[in-house]
């Protein structure tokens, strides 16, 4: 297995256009979780799903972001109308377990124009 | 409220010294520790924990240290190297299905 892979690595948008990423988790992992990172920050936590289930979102989280795991296994995340506060990376995290470390993906660079 | 503190946002060492990066945190109630290291555009990678009822887990070159009474965890890298010079996060959760809480990350330079 080759980890988590996240898809695409960078995106540049218009503000106000609608964007998709996609998170590819490790195999049999049932926790994925997305993360933001901006500039001089850690990540911070937006969302997580056990299987296809939504478990918890962040108030980061506003009514312009979605997240999706559908069949339990890849999930996207989706942003609409991008505003230029929204430029950041985008991490996604698998982890088999509460108790298991999380491990993260290369990330998904966002740049809105 | 930044609940995971890292007061330092960067640190040089020499190459064969000893890296400590330090890290407090404020809520009493977190129970699991980690530290990642991230490289630029890449996500942040694994490198050791510690459980609230140790206080001291050690992997290699890398050993991380808890103080509960004080709050506080630091990361010990000897023989520090070149490669890693990086971006560490310390990283605390609540225990069961409840998020990473980081803090803001200290660049570590290590140099030849």
């Known amino acids: 297995d080759t980890g988590v892979s996240q898809d695409p690595r960078h995106k540049i948008t218009k503000r106000g256009q609608n964007v998709t990423f996609r998170c590819d988790p490790i195999s049999e992992h049932n926790r994925l979780y997305w993360y933001r990172q901006t500039l001089g920050q850690g990540p911070e936590f937006l969302t997580y799903?056990?299987?296809?289930?939504?478990?918890?979102k962040s108030r980061l989280l506003s009514d312009r972001f979605s997240a999706e795991r559908p069949k339990g296994s890849f999930s996207t995340l989706e942003i609409q109308r991008t505003e230029q506060g929204d430029s950041a990376m985008y991490l996604c995290?698998?982890?088999?377990?509460?108790?298991?470390?999380?491990?993260f993906g290369p990330g998904t660079r966002l740049t809105v124009l | 409220d930044q609940q995971v503190k890292q007061n330092s946002p960067s640190l040089s060492v020499q190459e064969g010294r000893i890296s400590i990066l330090n890290c407090d945190y404020t809520n009493s109630m977190f129970d699991y520790f980690l530290w990642y290291k991230k490289y630029p555009a890449e996500g942040p990678t694994f490198l050791i924990s510690?459980?609230?009822?140790?206080d001291k887990n050690e992997d290699g070159r890398f050993t991380v240290f808890l103080n509960k009474s004080a709050k506080h965890l630091s990361l010990h890298i000897v023989p520090s190297q070149p490669g890693d010079s990086a971006v560490y996060f310390c990283?605390?959760?609540?225990?069961?299905?409840?998020?990473?809480?980081f803090g803001k990350g200290t660049r570590l330079s290590v140099i030849a």
């Open positions: 799903f056990q299987n296809e289930a939504q478990l918890e």
């Open positions: 510690i459980s609230s009822i140790k």
């Open positions: 995290a698998s982890t088999l377990s509460p108790l298991d470390t999380q491990y």
């Open positions: 990283a605390a959760k609540l225990g069961g299905n409840t998020p990473l809480v």
